[in-house]
DNA sequence: AAACGGACCAACCGCTCACAG
DNA sequence: ACTGTGAGCGGTTGGTCCGTT
């Protein structure tokens, strides 16, 4: 199909958003919501085509968003899920509450390809470079078992293992990847890591999330953007972080690494903000929403303590 | 201080998919 | 069944930053 009918228009802004652009398209979404992205720009009096408006909000305006450095768990994470993901980055994405499969492909791009490389890993196999090299001249069939067990010891992720044959803990497409050594104890914790979201009302914001998930028959099940439990719902939670952000009021707040974007918007003390109100904002978005006063507690630590933890500890 | 080059990252492009008419 | 449109995704590009020479 090509470009957008929107993009096809004339006089439409390229390049860098202004602040005074975040601004409009800021105000604009926290008080109509996300409906129709094509006819965003024209609302919100921004020359910029419905697509570009979108990207903006999903990667850089969103309240939702967890700025700043990734953590040694999300690395390991994203290492994990790339090996058995692939390239779906809006399906790591899915995993990481608060990243953007942008930045992910990014940081992938940037750094963790090269670190692996660096450990002698293929990035696109996760398999030793020399190995799979010598595999490829054999011509043999992967064994993701063999090679997985023969790769060498990557710092954070040496032990995932995904496919030595132990207990299958998710799936992936609807096939079993184990976890091996995953003990009693790091199971009974992340069953009981269900206090991490504070906000239970909310339901991680994985609209990328599809099928594909963690399965596991003696951790919990993952659906439709949930953990499901024998005994009760896991919820990845999508609560802003706005890690950068001042409490409660978003005059002068540093948007961005860069401050590209200082801008006020209507404030409401987050106080005032309940839970509900995000996932409302969520169910209905035609209702105004100022995310500004969203609670602003970085649940990021307690998220990679929750779910992290699953492949950290193995 | 200036030039250069690599790293990083925001944004764009082009494609596929879903859905309505 | 076909077509047009919107949304979403992954690859790529280009600007900026920063360290090095």
Redesign the pocket.
């Known amino acids: 199909?090509?470009?957008?009918?929107?993009?096809v228009k004339q006089k439409l802004?390229?390049?860098?958003?202004s602040p005074e652009e975040d601004e409009k398209l800021y105000n604009y979404i926290t008080r109509f919501g996300v409906?129709?992205?094509?006819?965003v720009p024209k609302l919100a009096g921004l020359q910029?085509?419905?697509?570009?408006c979108?990207?903006?909000w999903?990667?850089?305006l969103r309240p939702d968003l967890k700025r700043g450095m990734f953590s040694q768990q999300e690395e390991d994470l994203i290492i994990s899920l790339h090996e058995v993901l692939g390239?779906?980055?809006?399906?790591?994405?899915?995993q990481l509450p608060g990243r953007t499969?942008?930045?992910i492909?990014?940081?992938w791009?940037?750094?963790l390809k090269?670190k692996l490389m660096k450990q002698g890993i293929d990035p696109t196999t996760h398999k030793p470079i020399s190995d799979a090299e010598v595999k490829e001249e054999k011509n043999s069939s992967s064994d993701k078992a063999y090679n997985l067990q023969m790769a060498p010891q990557v710092k954070g992720v040496s032990t995932v293992s995904p496919f030595t044959a132990q207990e299958p803990t998710f799936l992936i497409d609807d096939s079993p990847y184990y976890t091996p050594g995953l003990t009693d104890n790091t199971k009974e914790q992340f069953m009981n890591k269900q206090n991490y979201d504070p906000f239970s009302g909310f339901e991680f914001q994985a609209?990328?999330a599809d099928q594909t998930g963690y399965n596991s028959n003696l951790v919990s099940q993952y659906q439709n953007g949930q953990f499901e439990t024998n005994n009760s719902n896991i919820a990845f939670s999508s609560m802003p972080s706005l890690t950068s952000f001042d409490h409660g009021n978003m005059s002068g707040a540093d948007f961005?690494?860069?401050s590209?974007s200082r801008f006020q918007v209507n404030s409401i003390k987050s106080e005032e903000m309940t839970p509900n109100s995000w996932h409302e904002a969520q169910l209905h978005p035609q209702n105004s929403v100022d995310f500004s006063s969203f609670p602003l507690t970085s649940l990021s630590e307690d998220l990679a303590g929750a779910n992290f933890d699953v492949f950290h500890q193995m």
């Open positions: 199909m090509g470009r957008h009918s929107c993009c802004r390229k390049g860098l958003w409906g129709c992205w094509s006819s910029r085509c419905g697509k570009s979108r990207l903006r999903i990667n850089y390239n779906r980055w809006a399906q790591i994405a899915a499969d942008n930045e492909k990014n940081f791009n940037s750094c090269k609209t990328a961005s690494d860069n590209a």
